[in-house]
T-cell receptor
Framework: GAVVSQHPSWVICKSGTSVKIECRSL??????MFWYRQFPKQSLMLMAT?????????EQGVEKDKFLINHASLTLSTLTVTSAHPEDSSFYIC??????????FGPGTRLTVT | RKEVEQDPGPFNVPEGATVAFNCTYS??????FFWYRQDCRKEPKLLMS???SGNEDGRFTAQLNRASQYISLLIRDSKLSDSATYLC???????????FGAGTRLTVKP
């Protein structure tokens, strides 16, 4: 069964609005979660590392004020895309480790900004 | 130069065919190597890890050549269900240091 869940699975929003995406680890605690973005026919790009109880670590080129990450509990991390624009339209995927080396990915959230 | 490079394909093969994918990586300090499978509009799922000695899992064989910074995946006796995009993934010491190739698309036809 699923190990990591995401909500919503898809969302359409108007330009200028904010969208929150949730990532949950199911039946295990994840002190660290990762947020990726994937544009069509391109590779997954790590956006940020979400750390429970502390600030997220952002990759170079990712605006921390635009992509707000909150990891308030050991099973939930949220990514908020603020003042979304059409170029933010993408597939957003989170992942977490469950004990072993393997990363488990959430099912992804497809964001379309009109 | 991209950190992880793959032939994007697409590879269109008949059922039962053998197909091989290649991947090269630029960071010689990379520690771990994986092949993931991603179906259309879905999340990536681990197919297999890749070890220097080479490893096999059923119809799938993965090879790693550290000297050439090259990884391969061989699929024998292709099934229709093998149709997907195969991602080459390279990792440093930490999970925040994973780098993904853009993927190679495979379509297996009857």
């Amino acid at each position: 069964g699923a190990v990591v869940s995401q909500h919503p699975s898809w969302v359409i929003c108007k330009s200028g609005t904010s969208v929150k995406i949730e990532c949950r680890s199911l039946d295990f605690q994840a002190t660290t979660m990762f947020w990726y973005r994937q544009f069509p026919k391109q590779s997954l790009m790590l956006m940020a590392t979400s750390n429970e109880g502390s600030k997220a670590t952002y990759e170079q080129g990712v605006e921390k004020d635009k992509f707000l990450i909150n990891h308030a509990s050991l099973t939930l991390s949220t990514l908020t895309v603020t003042s979304a624009h059409p170029e933010d339209s993408s597939f957003y995927i989170c992942s977490a480790n469950r004990g072993s080396d393997e990363q488990y990915f959430g099912p992804g959230t497809r964001l379309t900004v009109t | 130069r991209k950190e992880v490079e793959q032939d994007p394909g697409p590879f269109n093969v008949p059922e039962g065919a053998t197909v091989a994918f290649n991947c090269t990586y630029s960071n010689s300090a990379s520690q771990s190597f994986f092949w993931y499978r991603q179906d259309c509009r879905k999340e990536p799922k681990l197919l297999m890890s890749v070890y220097s000695s080479g490893n096999e899992d059923g119809r799938f064989t993965a090879q790693l050549n550290r000297a050439s910074q090259y990884i391969s995946l061989l699929i024998r006796d292709s099934k229709l269900s093998d149709s997907a995009t195969y991602l080459c993934v390279v990792r440093g010491y930490n999970n925040n240091d994973m780098r993904f190739g853009a993927g190679t698309r495979l379509t297996v036809k009857p």
